[in-house]
């Protein structure tokens, strides 16, 4: 058990929805990372947020939003979506004080099927 | 980020050490090398990191070519719970936290 949870861990929904997925970092944990597994594209980072403050993006589609609250839970909002959506989406956390690396733990993910 | 090349998948037999290698050729002098493994329908899990020394810890070894343009991740017993696809990842030192995944190495450990 990595101390990241994610809920739900599976969500059907049909295409043109709105689903929000729920990331609670181990305690502790100021950083938080949205990660997205799908067959074709593999792992692929999203979004990541420091303390409330969104400190790094990737390859984050335009339909696809996130924050992270004063506890320090995180909140991954897709939107619009579309059958090339379903995946798996993973939060990872870790402890970050500049300039020193510390691992990331990752959760166990929620699985979206858009149908 | 610098690119790393790795075996699409491996096999090893339960018990025997496993020797899972990673070519970074483009490295630089700033970047740390990652392992990251994914059990079976779970997230992924760090295994270790090294930036030029080799590096050990309860999970494994990290074996780093003098020239740093190549890595071996090194199970010394395999089990069957280390059945898993492992990542070699590089992070530039003082870069971005993000975490860019390959496509790995699957391993499949026989009984």
């Known amino acids: 058990d990595s101390g990241v949870t994610q809920t739900p861990k599976h969500l059907i929904t049909a295409t043109g929805q709105r689903v929000t997925l729920r990331c609670s970092p181990r305690s502790g944990d100021l950083s938080v990372y949205w990660y997205q597994q799908s067959l074709d594209q593999g792992l692929q980072f999203l979004i990541q947020?420091?303390?409330?403050?969104?400190?790094a993006k990737g390859n984050i589609l335009e339909r696809f939003s996130a924050q992270q609250f004063p506890d320090l839970h995180s909140e991954l909002n897709l939107s619009s979506l579309e059958l090339g959506d379903s995946a798996l989406y993973f939060c990872?956390?870790?402890?970050?004080?500049?300039?020193?690396?510390?691992?990331?733990?990752f959760g166990p993910g929620t699985r979206l099927t858009v149908t | 980020d610098a690119k790393t090349t790795q075996p699409n998948s491996m096999e090893s037999n339960e018990e025997e050490p496993v020797h899972l290698p990673c070519n970074h050729s483009?490295?630089?002098?700033?970047?740390?090398i990652h392992w990251y493994r994914q059990l079976p329908s779970q997230g992924p899990e760090y295994v270790i990191h090294?930036?030029?020394s080799n590096v050990n810890n309860r999970m494994a070894s990290l074996a780093i070519a003098e020239d740093r343009k190549s890595s071996t991740l090194i199970l010394h017993r395999a089990t069957l719970r280390d059945a898993a696809v492992y990542y070699c990842?590089?992070?530039?030192?003082?870069?971005?936290?993000?975490?860019?995944f390959g496509k790995g190495t699957k391993l499949t450990v026989n009984p």
């Open positions: 990842i590089l992070r530039e030192k003082g870069g971005s936290e993000k975490l860019v």
């Open positions: 990872a956390s870790s402890v970050e004080v500049t300039g020193v690396y510390y691992e990331q733990y």
């Open positions: 090294g930036l030029t």
């Open positions: 483009t490295i630089s002098g700033t970047d740390y």
């Open positions: 947020y420091y303390n409330g403050e969104e400190r």
